[in-house]
């Protein structure tokens, strides 16, 4: 699976499909407001904070990322084709979100899930993700990968001695 920036001309009709099926998944009977989308995609976009995964070509699936924190990275949309659910492309990206957030020097990643959601509900417990707050019919969760760099760090510093730095 290959991971790149989204385009707007080449990927906004597809990704405005994709979140037409998300949104009847996760917010059944409300409005989606498509001009709405559109705009803040292209924002999203403009901020290289859209990532598209491609198989052969083919987009499998994609990542929407927020970094309005210094520390966190807030995972605003990820979804994967229908056709290739339960195949474990939505743990893979979701992993990638991680990796990025751990390139950073990110402390947290968080997300907002819709309860009823148990695929994506499944997903994140599984991944280590632990509930932050309750907000009714969504929540919010969170995980904290603030160790994940330090003991990266501490590999790349280990000295010929053993000794370590930063410790
Ligand atoms: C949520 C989503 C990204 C998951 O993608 P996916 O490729 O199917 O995910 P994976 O195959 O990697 O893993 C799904 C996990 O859920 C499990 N699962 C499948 N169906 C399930 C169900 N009905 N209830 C609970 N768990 C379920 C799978 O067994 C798998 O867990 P495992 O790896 O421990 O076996 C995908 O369903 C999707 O795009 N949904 C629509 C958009 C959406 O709702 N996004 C989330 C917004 S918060």
Redesign the pocket.
Known sequence: MERRAADYRRDAERLLA?QR??WE??FAGRGFREASFRMSLRAGIDHGDVFVYEEAGQMV?WLWLDRYDAGIIH?R??????E???????????EDAIATAVSEGRHTVT????KS????????Q?LGFRVIADEGERQRMKLDVARVPARVGRHRHRDVDGSEEGR
């Open positions: 994709m099926l998300s998944i996760n699936g995972i949309h990820i979804q994967v084709e229908r290739h659910w339960g195949t474990g492309i939505g743990r893979r990206i979701m997300l907002n899930v819709t959601n148990a695929r994506a509900m499944h997903l994140y599984s």
